[in-house]
C-alpha cells in the first residue's frame, strides 16, 4: 500500500496567492518525487529529492525534504491558472509495489 | 525519442470481450508498471515488472495479465471486461528508480 500520506487533498486558491502540499511519511523515505497532472493529461515527473534537508527550485516551485527524511513539501509562490492540476508525491525506491496516492487537487480562480 | 507510447486512446468494450493495451517505450528502462486511475482513488498499481520475463502484481491485479517478452513491450490483458474496470489506463516505465517515472499518455477504457 501506500507509504506516504499527502494532505490536503484539495485545495482552491485565487491567481496569485501561495500553496502548499505535504507528504508525510512514519518511515524514513530514501527518496521521494514529485509529479504532475493536468486536468485529462497524464502525470509528468517534476524532481527528486533524495538527501536530508534537500531543497531545490524549479522558477516558482520550491521542492523540500525534511531532515529526518519523514516528509516532504511543494510550495508554489504566486500561483497562475496555469499551476491547476494534481500533484502528486511518490517513495518506492527499490520496493516497486508501492504505489502513488490520490494527490492534492490545485484549482486557481483567476 | 518517443518515450511511453500507449495505443489505442480511447476503447469501448462490452461487459465479457477481452483486449489488449499496448505499451512501448524506447528509453531502455527496465522497470515498466500499469496504473488505472479512477476519480477521487489517485493511481492504483496494477502490475509491474523489473525486466524482461519478470513480472509482478501490484494491488489491484484481479482481471489483468501482463507479460514482458522485450525490454520495450508491456501489454496489459483484460480478460473478460466488466464495468468495473472503466477507467484510464497509464503505463510508466523509469529506469529502475534512479530517475523518475516517465507516463504514457494514456488510454480511457469504458466497459458497457
Known amino acids: 500500500g501506500q507509504q506516504v500520506m499527502q494532505i490536503p487533498q484539495y485545495q482552491h486558491v485565487q491567481e496569485g496567492e501561495d500553496f502548499t502540499t505535504y507528504c508525510n511519511s512514519s518511515?524514513?523515505?530514501?527518496?521521494i518525487q514529485w509529479y504532475k497532472q493536468r486536468p485529462g493529461g497524464h502525470p509528468v515527473f517534476l524532481i527528486q529529492?533524495?538527501?536530508?534537508?534537500e531543497v531545490k527550485k524549479q522558477k516558482r516551485l520550491t521542492f523540500q525534504f525534511g531532515e529526518a527524511k519523514k516528509n516532504s513539501s511543494l510550495h508554489i509562490t504566486a500561483t497562475q491558472t496555469t499551476d491547476v492540476g494534481t500533484y502528486f508525491c511518490?517513495?518506492?525506491?527499490?520496493?516497486?509495489?508501492?504505489?502513488f496516492g490520490k494527490g492534492t487537487l490545485l484549482t486557481v480562480n483567476p | 525519442n518517443a518515450g511511453v507510447t500507449q495505443t489505442p486512446k480511447f476503447q469501448v468494450l462490452k461487459t465479457g470481450q477481452s483486449m489488449t493495451l499496448q505499451c512501448a517505450q524506447d528509453?531502455?528502462?527496465?522497470?515498466m508498471s500499469w496504473y488505472r486511475q479512477d476519480p477521487g482513488m489517485g493511481l492504483r498499481l496494477i502490475h509491474y515488472s523489473v525486466g524482461a520475463g519478470i513480472t509482478d502484481q501490484g494491488e489491484v491485479p484481479n482481471g489483468y495479465n501482463v507479460s514482458r517478452s522485450t525490454t520495450e513491450d508491456f501489454p496489459l490483458r483484460l480478460l473478460s471486461a466488466a464495468p468495473s474496470q472503466t477507467s484510464v489506463y497509464f503505463c510508466?516505465?523509469?529506469?529502475?528508480?534512479?530517475?523518475?517515472?516517465?507516463f504514457g499518455s494514456g488510454t480511457r477504457l469504458t466497459v458497457v
Open positions: 529529492l533524495v538527501k536530508s534537508g
Open positions: 511518490y517513495s518506492g525506491g527499490s520496493n516497486y509495489k508501492l504505489t
Open positions: 518511515t524514513t523515505l530514501s527518496n
Open positions: 510508466a516505465s523509469s529506469d529502475r528508480g534512479v530517475s523518475g517515472y516517465t
Open positions: 528509453m531502455n528502462h527496465e522497470y
